[in-house]
């Protein structure tokens, strides 16, 4: 649903979403909502609140709106499920009955959607308690029907023929009612969502056939999320720590991995759990040459605990460190820790930093008194060691509701004794970007870098800041680690010995939706190394993870060059995160620098992008391969390709570098290939037209649509000199007398417009000017009974409103309505049906359209499509033949006929054939349906010595070539061949800069002018071929108003003989065919002259024009004027140019 109606799109099995939508019941005052569909035997019947009433329509699998649209299918009651079973349909719904009970409904439908049962067939006992929304399901015999009374779950069967089989339901105690799936075995399956400790999980109770519940199975809590890794890395392996959480409980736990990263364990150690109010918090590492501590913050403590490098615990019990909460850091110099947490000061408004030294080979504490070493509301911090002295910095705010914030450094002597804090960075604001602030730092021996996230730049995206500390306190100026577009933050720091290496997150390459958000689901995990002097050695970061899941709280350690990132990545499988982590730099060699770049990142498809692998470089080798992946499915292995998306999406391209050592190293590239705009159409709406001086006027532009979007601004010129007008509705006072256009423009969010203008007459009452009326259907083809739906919404009057509709059926019906939808033709036949429209003044305007009401069950003929997977070759030459694509509208292929041009015959769908002797064989596959009706199409085989390509025959075609703007053409290459091949591709250029890429596209044409739709149709072989259809657009407010003669069409025809013949239709304004008018006309003939004259129109308003055979080629005619005494050439809306090719 839209706010301009309820559109259908198509899935495809390879799970593209096609665009546009179909519309299939236009906007009203009312909003719909509850979208309910099922499908079965080619119809599917959708269900929507309608206001008061259950609204439907049906439509089949081609998305063809059957049996003239919108209906209502009930009266004050809304559809609760709609299922098939094979044959046809069965609704339930809830309602309020007469005497203010309520209970369950239900009826069977079939594909026409009749209620077989009515709407008084009771499934549930009438309540007073009410009754929930009911969930439906068939078991292969029965319909399963559910739903509850004061949270009791009732459930009944219905039978195939409509008996209700358990009256007023089944009590199922120990269930609760929730989105159903029923089985063939009569079981039904439910699944609900359940609130319980702060977190949402989902459970399932299966039904029995005899209504029994059975126990009901968490489904969300079995695999636990692993969060908030933290690693070191010791002598010979590293330590992994992480918190596991569940709905009920959080663990923490820590793997030991040996120097190739594989676990030393079969199953992770745990070292504290709790529950989410009291468990432990994210952990922190450090190593201290001969073992790890893992440090958390737990129920208002800080905790150690010291393990082995095989994992052993050293400690019985986690040790109390010093009362405080989380987060909590710990490093270490020779086998002392220093850990850090933080408390609250005097007010839980103040936080403040407090340290405790533990000894590494006791477990003791050496600080029985926590050392202060950050005051106010201290956020994040984080600590490392810079040769003899630990260094730590943090985050603070000034109080904990100000949103100013500035990062403060400190030195730590190995005594205890803490050094004067200094300013690293800030101010800065914490209220801008994703709000995720963060501190970092490691260090060398003598230099440190902080790093932090901020908002510098747009006050939407959070940036990384790195700045260096000198080992005296003093900072080098900050600098922007990542300057480009999108979110980079969480960021965490290691010095591997010789550099310093980054892991953080990374949004700048992600499409996910904003709800797709567990952890952080809109980012990737990202690297970097940074000098010593805080030089960017990866100038775009480098990928360790990017999952089209999600991915969360990156960390690294490092020393001796290798470094190990970890995160949190999420398994689909397990519907949770798990921790995932990998080395880089092994064998002392370090990973190369992978810079990823794209000459443009988006445009229309075909959307060819020039892809760049350019500063990528090894730093102690070279480069050996470059591997490309689009994202779409295909890749490359050169260093700088170009391709090209054909498919509207959003997509990665991941460029791979690979040194001669064989590391590897993983940039992206951001791609949004998008479908060509289709500019919006504006509609131009005021409530009054006309008036004495001063005139105010209000404007709207309802009605006004973006095909494939969303409007943006709405901008007015009111014609009168004033500033220009923003929004609708629109407000103008008209201060003097005088005749206003003015113009509506609406623009989407592609920068493209539409217009539309009406006259404002301030002054005397002028002429009165007719109505226009445009008559429209949904449909104009059906099956009897037909019910079209009617619509006058396009009908204006240039200087009023309508204020009376008549349509006219055809049948000897009528209908006073603008929008008729209740009309139905029970009897098949051709009929035209006439809308008049009459103004305000009493004057009137008419127009018509054809319906075609056919037999029913009239039989549609299959189609055949003869696909080959080669076309051509030398002998003998095998071919694999496809009927894929091959469909039939109304019914389904029961038989495939293969006729292969050399006396063999197949009656498989896809078979293969073997031409052994050289020639050109004509292949032709036929295809029966179920009713006996047939469709052929062939495929041309050339065995033996290649003939020369024929180029292939273009013919364009259009249902409508004139009329008012906006005008919405449906254009064909019906006809179009090629005689020793296919036709591979089609290309419209429609004459206004839009374009198309499929055979047969629909245009609308919005503003007024003579345009040339090229189709270009391309064989397979590359040979093309080009046809024109003028389209004449015709704005019905410029021109004459009374007294106009028209040219209303030229038809060009060739007679047997070479001669030509046009046929010119002169009208007045309001179609009324004009005699004895003077036509001017010139014709251009193939060689370039040109013969003038003029010819006079017949009693039926139509001038006959005759011109020699004068040889073959393109014809062409103009219309210069035409003559009729006391009227006046309009040429302005008329059709003055044809073209014939002989």
């Given at each position: 649903y839209q706010a301009e109606g309820i559109f259908v799109n198509k899935i495809t099995a390879d799970g593209q979403y096609q665009q546009p939508g179909t519309l299939l019941v236009p906007q009203t005052y009312y909003q719909r909502s509850n979208l309910e569909m099922a499908c079965v035997s080619g119809v599917c019947l959708l269900t929507f609140n309608d206001q008061a009433t259950a609204g439907a329509v049906r439509f089949d699998t081609n998305l063809n709106v059957l049996g003239g649209g919108m209906f209502t299918l009930l009266d004050g009651a809304f559809v609760d499920a709609v299922v098939a079973n094979g044959s046809g349909f069965y609704a339930v719904w809830g309602q309020q009955l007469p005497n203010f009970t309520s209970a369950i409904l239900g009826s069977r439908l079939d594909t026409n959607a009749t209620l077989l049962d009515g709407t008084n067939n009771l499934i549930s006992d009438a309540t007073q308690q009410g009754v929930s929304q009911a969930v439906l399901g068939w078991d292969g015999a029965n319909w399963r029907v559910a739903w509850s009374i004061s949270f009791q779950t009732y459930a009944a069967r219905v039978s195939a023929a409509g008996q209700v089989l358990d009256p007023g339901g089944v009590a199922v105690p120990g269930v609760t009612l929730g989105a159903t799936a029923v089985t063939n075995n009569g079981s039904m399956q439910m699944v609900r969502s359940e609130f319980a400790n702060n977190e949402y999980d989902i459970f399932t109770t299966n039904v029995s056939a005899s209504f029994v519940a059975g126990q009901p199975v968490a489904l969300s809590v079995g695999a636990p999320a692993q969060v908030f890794a933290d690693s070191a890395i010791g002598s010979?392996?590293?330590?992994?720590?992480?918190?596991?959480?569940?709905?009920?409980?959080?663990?923490?736990?820590?793997?030991?991995?040996?120097?190739?990263?594989?676990?030393?364990?079969?199953?992770?150690?745990q070292l504290a759990t709790g529950d989410y109010l009291d468990g432990p918090g994210s952990p922190s590492v450090a190593w201290n040459g001969s073992s790890y501590v893992v440090t958390w913050g737990q129920a208002s403590t800080v905790y150690a605990q010291r393990l082995q490098q095989n994992g052993s615990l050293l400690d019985a019990n986690p040790i109390a460190v010093m009362p405080g909460f989380g987060p909590a850091d710990v490093e270490a110099i020779g086998s002392t820790y220093l850990i850090v947490g933080r408390q609250f000061g005097i007010t839980t408004q103040i936080i403040n930093v407090y340290a405790a030294r533990l000894d590494g080979n006791s477990g003791a504490v050496l600080d029985s008194t926590p050392l202060v070493v950050g005051f106010n509301h201290a956020r994040s911090v984080s600590l490392t060691t810079m040769g003899n002295r630990w260094f730590m910095a943090y985050q603070r705010n000034f109080t904990h509701d100000n949103p100013l914030a500035e990062t403060k450094g400190v030195f730590i002597e190995t005594n205890g004794a803490v050094g004067t804090e200094f300013q690293v960075y800030g101010y800065y604001s914490v209220s801008g970007g994703n709000s995720m602030f963060q501190v970092a730092t490691a260090a060398s021996d003598t230099t440190a870098l902080v790093v932090q996230s901020a908002e510098i730049t747009s006050g939407v995206e959070t940036d990384l800041i790195g700045v260096i500390v000198n080992s005296d306190g003093t900072t080098q100026p900050a600098q922007n680690l990542t300057p480009w577009q999108g979110n980079q933050y969480r960021p965490h720091l290691a010095w591997d010995g010789a550099q310093f290496v980054m892991a953080y997150n990374e949004q700048r390459n992600r499409f996910a939706p904003l709800t797709l958000d567990q952890l952080d689901a809109r980012s990737d995990l990202y690297g970097m190394r940074i000098s010593e002097t805080?030089?960017?050695?990866?100038?775009?970061?480098?990928?360790?993870?990017?999952?089209?899941?999600?991915?969360?709280?990156?960390?690294v350690a490092a020393a001796n060059g290798v470094s190990l990132f970890a995160g949190s990545i999420f398994q689909n499988g397990q519907a949770a995160y798990r921790i995932g982590y990998q080395q880089f730099g092994l064998a002392g060699n370090q990973w190369p620098v992978a810079v990823a770049s794209a000459d443009q990142v988006s445009g229309d498809?075909?959307?060819?992008?020039?892809?760049?692998?350019?500063?990528?470089?090894?730093?102690?080798?070279?480069?050996?391969?470059?591997a490309w992946d689009f994202g779409d499915g295909t890749t490359a292995a050169t260093a700088n390709p170009s391709h090209v998306y054909t498919t509207p999406g959003d997509y990665v391209a991941v460029l791979t570098v690979t040194d001669n050592q064989g590391a590897t190293t993983s940039n992206a590239v951001a791609i949004t290939a998008m479908a060509p705009n289709i500019n919006p159409v504006a509609v131009i709406n005021a409530d009054v037209t006309s008036g004495p001086a001063p005139l105010a006027v209000v404007f709207t532009a309802a009605g006004s649509y973006d095909p494939d979007g969303t409007l943006g601004n709405i901008e007015w010129d009111f014609g009168d000199g004033s500033f220009t007008y923003f929004g609708s509705p629109a407000y103008h006072t008209f201060a003097a007398e005088g005749v206003y256009t003015v113009t509506v423009t609406v623009f989407d969010s592609r920068s493209g417009s539409?217009?539309?203008?009406?006259?404002?007459?301030v002054g005397p009452e002028p002429p009165n000017q007719p109505p226009i009326a445009v008559a429209q259907v949904n449909v104009d083809t059906g099956i009897a009974p037909f019910n079209p739906f009617f619509s006058s919404a396009n009908s204006s009057d240039p200087d009023g409103t309508i204020a009376a509709w008549l349509w006219d059926f055809g049948d000897g019906t009528t209908s006073t309505l603008p929008h008729p939808a209740i009309k139905v033709y029970e009897t098949p036949g051709v009929y035209t049906v006439t809308l008049t429209v009459t103004d305000n003044d009493g004057a009137t305007g008419s127009d018509s359209l054809t319906i075609t009401v056919l037999e029913p069950n009239t039989n549609q003929p299959p189609v055949a499509v003869a696909n080959a997977d080669k076309t051509s070759g030398s002998a003998p030459l095998t071919v694999r033949f496809s009927s894929a694509g091959s469909f039939d509208p109304d019914g389904s292929i029961v038989a495939y006929f293969w006729d292969f041009g050399n006396g063999s015959t197949s009656t498989r769908a896809n078979p293969r054939q073997r031409f052994t002797s050289d020639g050109t064989y004509i292949v032709t596959l036929t295809v029966t349906d179920n009713e006996g009706a047939t469709g052929s199409d062939t495929v041309t085989i050339v065995v033996g010595t290649p003939v020369t390509n024929q180029p292939p025959t273009a013919v364009a075609s259009a249902d409508v070539t004139s009329g008012n703007a906006a005008l919405a053409v449906n254009f064909s290459s019906a006809g179009s061949s090629d005689s020793d091949g296919t036709i591979v591709s089609y290309s419209w250029d429609f004459g206004d800069g839009s374009s198309a890429s499929v055979a047969s596209p629909s245009h609308t044409y919005s503003a007024a002018g003579n345009y040339n739709a090229i189709l270009t149709v391309t064989d397979d072989d590359g040979a093309?071929?080009?046809?024109?259809?003028?389209?004449?657009?015709?704005?019905?407010?410029?021109?004459?108003?009374?007294?106009?003669?028209?040219?209303?069409?030229?038809?060009?025809?060739?007679?047997?003989?070479?001669?030509?013949?046009a046929r010119v239709d002169v009208v007045d304004e309001n179609g009324n065919s004009l005699a004895n008018a003077t036509v001017a006309y010139t014709w251009t003939l193939p060689d370039g002259s040109t013969v003038s004259g003029t010819a006079t129109t017949s009693s039926r308003g139509t001038a006959r024009i005759n011109l020699g055979n004068n040889g073959s080629g393109t014809y062409g005619i103009n219309i210069s004027d035409v003559n009729l005494n006391g009227y006046t050439f309009d040429a302005d809306n008329s059709v003055l140019t044809a073209s014939i090719t002989s």
């Open positions: 010979a392996g590293s330590l992994v720590a992480y918190r596991s959480d569940t709905g009920s409980a959080y663990r923490l736990m820590a793997q030991p991995l040996d120097s190739n990263g594989a676990p030393l364990t079969a199953e992770p150690i805080g030089t960017v050695i990866d100038p775009q970061g480098f990928i360790f993870a990017n999952s089209e899941l999600s991915e969360g709280n990156p960390h498809v075909a959307l060819t992008v020039n892809f760049s692998a350019a500063g990528s470089t090894d730093s102690d080798g070279t480069i050996a391969s470059y539409g217009s539309a203008s009406m006259v404002i007459n093309t071929d080009t046809a024109t259809v003028t389209i004449t657009v015709i704005d019905p407010s410029a021109g004459c108003s009374s007294n106009c003669a028209v040219v209303a069409d030229i038809r060009l025809s060739v007679r047997r003989n070479g001669s030509l013949i």
